[in-house]
């Protein structure tokens, strides 16, 4: 996947929305031009839209079969803004937008390699990517007396929602275990956890790891849950610089990946506002106790070469 800065501001048409399933059978409007070449005016039921004639298998004399799902939604987005591409099709792109994290259509001449953006575009991207927060917290090695507190925060469902590996329910002893196997794993070096705590008081507020890949040493799985009542206000972005100092410093990682699920928009910013870039969807949906749905993977590779800041917290 190839990331993509827009160019050219783009509001799409005041149209309903045109949705189709794979087998549909649509009506082609034959005397309905586009100034898009490979693209077909169609319509089922009371509904029409624009469809790209790949996706169409034609049946005489004038309708035809839809090949996969398809959507005709367009993204809104403004110059300066990152999207990631999806495919391509007959001079328009798919794409993720970053901000937002929604997929849509926008059209291949808005767009430009990421590589070959002009300055003054590579500066409005790091406007919207890089996000600075105020928030004062720091991490520490996870205690014993953290048990209770983890208990309570996880009792919440908003909490474990998007949690892929969690016992249901939760019990105090889970809490308990949790924090003797993060401590067995920190000495043998197969996974970090460390508490978020504010700079107010040394309570657990949350808590934050890396996990070393089995087949690579050199790639760390990044994770994270926040207290709700600490949401949104910049506690877990600060976390996540600080895990990646120490796991890029520290322990001398190449890549970091991100697993999140595909409906957890609030972890897929807070990885992208850190510098991470997605890099595939699962073929299969994950499912925990409360959902079930793909999973966005996303990587960020160790760009801490040189200036790497010892902390404290982590020693």
Request: one cysteine or more.
């Amino acid at each position: 996947m190839k990331r993509y800065i827009v160019m050219k501001n783009w509001i799409p048409d005041d149209l309903p929305l045109f949705l189709l399933k794979k087998g549909d059978e649509v009506n082609i409007v034959k005397n309905k031009k586009s100034d898009w070449k490979g693209w077909l005016f169609c319509k089922l039921g009371e509904n029409t839209g624009w469809v790209p004639d790949s996706i169409i298998q034609m049946t005489p004399p004038s309708k035809g079969i839809i090949l996969e799902d398809y959507s005709s939604k367009e993204l809104r987005v403004r110059v300066g803004e990152p999207v990631i591409e999806i495919k391509r099709i007959a001079g328009w792109m798919w794409c993720i937008q970053e901000r937002t994290v929604e997929v849509g259509w926008l059209p291949l001449n808005i767009l430009v390699e990421y590589e070959k953006v002009p300055d003054e575009a590579q500066f409005l991207l790091s406007k919207i990517v890089s996000r600075e927060t105020s928030a004062k917290s720091r991490l520490r090695p996870l205690e014993k007396r953290d048990a209770q507190k983890i208990y309570r925060i996880l009792k919440d469902v908003e909490v474990r929602r998007f949690l892929a590996e969690l016992p249901n329910p939760y019990k105090p002893e889970d809490a308990k275990q949790f924090i003797n196997f993060a401590q067995e794993w920190y000495n043998n070096k197969t996974a970090f956890h460390f508490a978020i705590t504010t700079d107010e008081n040394d309570e657990l507020i949350g808590v934050i790891g890396i996990r070393i890949d089995e087949k690579r040493q050199d790639i760390g799985h990044i994770g994270f849950w926040l207290e709700k009542k600490h949401w949104n206000k910049g506690f877990t972005r600060k976390s996540i610089t600080d895990m990646l100092d120490f796991a890029f410093c520290k322990l001398k990682l190449n890549f970091i990946r991100g697993e999140v699920f595909d409906s957890n928009f609030s972890s897929k910013r807070l990885l992208i506002s850190n510098g991470f870039s997605l890099i595939g969807i699962s073929s299969k949906p994950l499912s925990n106790s409360i959902i079930c749905e793909p999973v966005f993977l996303y990587e960020k590779k160790n760009d801490f070469a040189e200036g790497c800041v010892s902390r404290e917290t982590h020693d």
